[in-house]
């Protein structure tokens, strides 16, 4: 069994794009929205602009109070889709009730929709044009990459149809790049866990701690855990620890490669929010 150490790859990209950056005379820059206090958005967010220091970028992060209207958004995300100093920006989600995510995603330009939330970003990436792709699965085909994991013809089982990891994680693992046969599976799917059995590369990412036991994983099986969920602890000093999709330890004996949670995906998921940010300040999917 190899772990699969995202926080060594994301510190290996981001050396390759800090070099980058250094050579370019007009720093990229990245803009944050935040609406209200929640306690992991706060945290995401601060990773978000440390990896911009680290790398050379500039960044904002734009706070707003929980009452915040949707019509003032939505202003301030016109502002920011006006501003040719702003290379991409992201409203950190979730939002509070009364503001629709919806709208306020397809407000925001597509050439700097660094999310890659935006449906002509998610429409070309079907496609196979080029696109900002959604950073959590643009994150684990990196893995995929620098571990050279062999894909093509392999069956892929993905858990979780959410838009932003499920879907896309599905689409680009079906596409030429790595050309796997991919079932998409979610809460309605019957005999879950003979389906999850037959996977050469086990995506999870339904959200619920320890969920996939080591009876539903083939031997020799890759297996890719999204979840990150949060519980009391009394073993840590800050009294939590995190939890992923995965019952890791009695899956990762089973498996060719795995990834930890946390150190796995979740850098990756930063990282690519970097990359987009880089394509966008050379114009690389849109053109300047
Ligand atoms: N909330 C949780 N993950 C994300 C993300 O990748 N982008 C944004 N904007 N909000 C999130």
């Known amino acids: 069994m190899e772990l699969i150490d995202g926080k060594a790859v994301a510190a290996a990209l981001k050396q390759r794009m800090a070099e980058r950056v250094a050579a370019m005379e007009r720093k990229p820059y990245l803009v944050a929205i935040l609406v209200g206090h929640d306690g992991a958005s706060e945290t995401y967010v601060g990773h978000k602009e440390r990896a911009c220091r680290e790398i050379g970028f500039r960044s904002t992060v734009l706070r707003f109070e929980e009452d915040i209207t949707e019509e003032a958004l939505l202003g301030e995300i016109e502002r920011l889709n006006a501003d040719p100093e702003v290379d991409g920006f992201i409203v950190q989600m979730p939002l509070p009730k009364h503001?629709?995510?919806?709208?306020?995603?397809?407000?925001?330009?597509?050439?700097?929709?660094?999310?890659?939330?935006?449906?002509?970003?998610?429409?070309?990436?079907?496609?196979?044009l080029p696109a900002y792709v959604s950073a959590t699965p643009e994150g684990i085909c990196e893995l995929l990459r620098?571990?050279?994991?062999?894909?093509?013809?392999?069956?892929?089982?993905?858990?979780?149809?959410?838009?932003?990891?499920?879907r896309p994680m599905a689409n680009l693992l079906s596409d030429k790049e790595f050309n796997c046969t991919v079932t998409l599976c979610h809460s309605r799917t019957e005999n879950l866990r003979e389906v999850c059995a037959g996977a050469d590369i086990l995506v999870a990412a339904l959200g619920k701690a320890e969920f996939v036991t080591a009876d539903m994983v083939k031997p020799g099986a890759v297996v890719i855990d999204v979840g990150i969920t949060r519980v009391p602890s009394d073993k840590t000093k800050n009294g939590w620890k995190l939890l992923g999709d995965v019952k890791f330890d009695e899956v990762a004996p089973k498996c060719s490669y795995i990834t930890p949670v946390p150190?796995?995906?979740?850098?990756?998921?930063?990282?690519?929010?970097?990359k987009n940010t880089l394509l966008a300040a050379e114009g690389a999917i849109y053109g300047k």
Request: with cysteine; charged share 20%.
């Open 263 to 274: 150190g796995g995906v979740g850098p990756m998921t930063i990282v690519s929010l970097m």
């Open 146 to 166: 620098y571990y050279k994991i062999p894909t093509a013809g392999r069956h892929c089982v993905v858990v979780g149809r959410s838009n932003i990891v499920g």
């Open 99 to 128: 503001i629709s995510e919806q709208k306020v995603i397809e407000a925001i330009d597509p050439r700097k929709d660094v999310d890659g939330f935006h449906p002509v970003n998610v429409g070309r990436m079907i496609l196979g």
